[in-house]
Nanobody, 124 residues
Framework: QVQLVESGGGLVQAGGSLTLSCAVS????????MAWLRQVPGNEREFVGI????????FYTDSVKGRFTISKDNAKNTAYLQMISLKPEDTAVYYC?????????????????WGQGTQVTVSS
């Protein structure tokens, strides 16, 4: 059974930084595309970015480009979302998600495995 467990969320002031972790068990992260998505209550879940296992390429939604970075540590079987220059509009529950194959990376249905989510709150 594959499990994803996020950690690292919290309250931060605008302009601050946070790093979220996504610990994976039951499957080697080396063969998984690792994505981060976020959701504000009442809104649809929004794609944030993805790190593809094949080639290690990354892709980010425009609103976080240059501020967010996805990385992973295969030895720890953990993915990370490093966030800098945080803005109040980044406030959301952040989810990590994974799949061995992803065609349309912004669609929730592409991902086989999900974490439980971690709250990030950015105060102004």
């Amino acid at each position: 059974q594959v499990q994803l467990v996020e950690s690292g969320g919290g309250l931060v002031q605008a302009g601050g930084s946070l790093t979220l972790s996504c610990a994976v068990s039951g499957r080697a992260i080396s063969g998984l595309n690792m994505a981060w998505l976020r959701q504000v209550p009442g809104n649809e879940r929004e794609f944030v970015g993805i790190l593809r296992w094949n080639g290690g390429t990354t892709f980010y939604t425009d609103s976080v480009k240059g501020r967010f970075t996805i990385s992973k540590d295969n030895a720890k079987n953990t993915a990370y979302l490093q966030m800098i220059s945080l803005k109040p509009e980044d406030t959301a529950v952040y989810y990590c998600a994974a799949a061995s194959r992803v065609w349309s990376q912004s669609r929730d249905s592409e991902y086989d495995f999900w974490g439980q989510g971690t709250q990030v709150t950015v105060s102004s």
